[in-house]
């Protein structure tokens, strides 16, 4: 565990609703798919293009991060989002 943000160093598994704010794009309900200190891993039902800058709002938290790629999953697209600051 990083004891500054409480979560893995490894991603894990997670299940939970989340919001996502990406600048330039609608705002997105998306499912938490993976979680850890540097990363999150989503599935929403639209692209998000790599390089954009994205609030991810779960409860009442709110992280930052850039999404890295974004990929076909089904009918919906796995977004990978890098943590920042």
């Known amino acids: 565990m990083n004891a500054k943000n409480h979560l893995p160093e490894e991603p894990v598994r997670s299940k939970g609703e989340a919001t996502l704010l990406p600048q330039g794009y609608p705002e997105l309900s998306a499912t938490v798919h993976h ?10 039902p639209r692209v998000v293009s790599p390089g954009t800058a994205v609030d991810i709002h779960i409860h009442s938290h709110t992280a930052h991060g850039t999404v890295q790629s974004c990929r076909p999953e089904g009918e919906a697209f796995y977004v990978a989002i890098a943590l920042t600051g």
């Open 35 to 44: 979680i850890s200190a540097s990363g999150i891993g989503v599935v929403a």
